[in-house]
């Protein structure tokens, strides 16, 4: 089945920085979207993005599906954007395949 | 417009119970997932159910684990003589058509804890 890889696995910023989230995937795509786990553990939508760019206030997606990668911007970073981001894709089945998640950490 | 809707939040059981996981799906979504999750780590599939029908479990134990979603109600993920290996968190996503081209969306997940 399809391998799932994020990285950074951690990352530490300071509140104001920019930064970018990748998830590399082993097959081609038909489903990939990007989640935000806060610290209460809820899984919060951020994107549905097989192909193409999107953007909704200070996040951003791209995914290129020909290179196999999708990649997550975040910009003006928030102490509130704290938590774990994970990507997941479907290649081929009905379910979504996880990666093991970059956990963001937004100091004051 | 509600979301997924999963309930208990938080269940604990003493080992050997059962424990019943119930999963509500978004309004016209047809299509129920459930994973896991383990402290630390990411979500793992468990099962695929459409109304009365179980479409994929290759990611469900054989034994002690059960899954259904009845024509009426919400889904259930049934755990038999549970040990403290099944502590975890338990999420239940649903979407509106067949997964691989449609977003889905999760619940707010159960949080066994087995003692």
């Known amino acids: 089945g399809i391998q799932v890889e994020q990285s950074p696995p951690d990352l530490i910023l300071q509140e104001g920085a920019n930064s970018t989230l990748r998830c590399n995937f082993s097959?081609?795509?038909?489903?990939l979207q990007w989640f935000h786990q806060n610290p209460w553990g809820q899984l919060i939508n951020l994107f549905y993005?097989?192909?193409g760019t999107k953007q909704n206030g200070r996040l951003s997606a791209t995914t290129v599906a020909t290179e196999r990668y999708s990649l997550l911007y975040i910009s003006s970073s928030q102490t509130t954007d704290s938590g774990v981001y994970f990507c997941a894709a479907i290649s081929g089945s009905e379910k979504l395949v996880f990666g093991k998640g970059t956990k963001l950490t937004v100091n004051p | 417009n509600a979301g997924v809707m999963q309930n208990p939040r938080h269940l604990v059981r003493r080992r050997g119970q059962e424990a019943r996981l119930r999963c509500s799906p978004m309004k016209g979504h047809s299509h129920v997932y459930w994973y896991r999750q383990l402290p630390e780590e990411g979500l793992k599939f468990m099962v695929y159910l459409q109304k009365e029908n179980i479409i994929d479990e290759s990611g469900m134990p054989k034994e002690r684990f059960s899954a259904e979603f009845p024509k009426e109600g919400p889904s259930i993920l049934r755990i038999q003589q549970v040990v403290r290996g099944d502590s975890a968190a338990y999420f239940c996503?649903?979407?509106?058509?067949?997964?691989?081209?449609?977003?889905?969306?999760f619940g707010q997940g159960t949080r066994l804890t087995v003692v």
């Open positions: 097959d081609s795509v038909n489903n």
């Open positions: 996503a649903s979407s509106r058509a067949a997964g691989g081209n449609t977003e889905a969306f």
């Open positions: 993005i097989p192909s």
